[in-house]
């Protein structure tokens, strides 16, 4: 029997992690060891609590106002003492935030092999997401096996002088999590609220967004409420004092806007499931909303997705107010448009990705 601990720390590595997690359990050859982070606190707790997940390990190294700092020495010091414990024949890891590469360094001091799930990624800006693009370059290249969601993420990797036999093209895993998580019976007190209009799911939080470029994001869904009765918006809001103090600012006299504290995973898909347009600057929404039939605006100027955007499911709009406002005023306005995103195949997978992923473990292994 191998062991294979599965480490991650935040809401969207989770939401990709536990279909693995899930479907390794199913695998007689497998010793799973979860161990959690807390790199995000409630967000986590309600996805593992979601898919009935609990953890061998939490490292809980979130605190007040954590720096990257913070979470690079905390998991270190922290998830050392785990690895040298538990010994496990390799360690899987997801993405691209700050938990994922200092797990992965971890790892790799201690001689451990590493599986980078969602490997390949790429903007190729350093900065652009920031700090994520450093995390996923970094973890590829501490990484054995390379779990690519896409066949342009393999290339990339390929690119790099990564070892072909050690790439493996898998489809994303958060597609698998759809097939849990969507619900036709669902229903949500905010849902009935924006019944009859056209709902817009909003997300913006990214550390590069802060500050001018969230107000100018903010201002355009304000100005399309007020050219549009008809549309309603809901933003489950990130626990980020900065976001809310921005969103407080512009949408205090918007009465057709509920900022509400974030989904757990199963609402959230489900809102998804029943928005019309989704406005995000989130990456893993990305991937997910196409599978929903769902048109998604990227508020940013890169993506390390661009399969969405070369096949039609995503459009990226940038931090100007103007831009933003523009293609949601398209989106509502122009019905050819709007089907022609809704309805393209989603580049990202069939929601197999998981079994791929132990199929591939247990040969490899």
């Known amino acids: 029997m191998k062991k294979i601990m599965l480490v991650f720390g935040t809401r969207p590595e989770a939401i990709k992690m536990c279909p693995v997690i899930q479907e390794l359990s199913k695998r007689s050859c ?8 807390g790199q995000h606190r409630e967000m986590l707790d309600q996805v593992l609590n979601s898919f009935d997940i609990v953890p061998e390990y939490d490292l809980t190294i979130m605190k007040k106002n954590q720096s990257l700092f913070d979470i690079t020495n905390n998991v270190l010091d922290k998830l ?16 691209d935030t700050t938990t994922t590469f200092a797990s992965a360094l971890t790892a790799f001091y201690l001689e451990i092999p590493i599986g980078h799930v969602e490997a390949g990624l790429r ?3 350093i900065n652009a997401p920031y700090p994520e693009e450093f995390n996923r370059q970094a973890t590829s290249s501490l990484s054995k096996f390379h779990f690519a969601p896409t066949k342009l993420a393999r ?5 790099e002088h990564k070892r072909d036999e050690d790439i493996f093209v898998t489809g994303n895993t958060a597609i698998d999590a759809l097939q849990t998580t ?5 229903i949500h007190p905010e849902l009935e609220w924006a019944e009859g209009s056209r709902l817009i799911l909003l997300t913006a939080h990214r550390r590069e967004n802060l500050g001018e470029p969230l107000f ?3 201002s355009a869904i304000d100005e399309i409420l007020k050219s549009h009765s008809n549309v309603k918006v809901i933003y489950p809001i990130h626990f980020n004092p900065v976001v809310r103090e921005t969103a407080d600012k512009v949408f205090k006299n918007t009465d057709r806007i509920h900022i509400i504290e974030p989904l757990d995973v199963i609402s959230f898909h489900n809102f998804m499931a029943r928005s019309y347009i989704v406005v995000t600057d989130s990456g893993g929404i990305q991937e997910e909303a196409p599978s929903l039939g769902k048109p998604v605006l990227v508020m940013r100027n890169t993506t ?5 955007v070369d096949a039609g499911t995503l459009k990226l709009v940038g931090s100007d107010e103007e831009i933003i406002f523009s293609e949601i005023e398209n989106l509502l306005n122009n019905l050819e448009d709007y089907n022609r995103m809704s309805n393209i195949s989603n580049p990202y997978g069939d929601g197999k990705a998981s079994i791929r992923i132990a199929d591939i473990l247990e040969d490899r292994l």
């Open 80 to 95: 050392k003492a785990v690895l040298k414990k538990e010994k496990p024949d390799i360690m899987l890891v997801h993405g």
């Open 304 to 308: 390390e997705r661009p399969e969405g």
């Open 155 to 159: 290339q990339n990797l390929i690119d």
């Open 123 to 125: 903007t190729y800006d």
């Open 30 to 37: 497998f010793q799973n060891i979860v161990c959690v982070t």
């Open 216 to 218: 100018k994001m903010f």
């Open 182 to 186: 969507i619900k036709k019976d669902y």
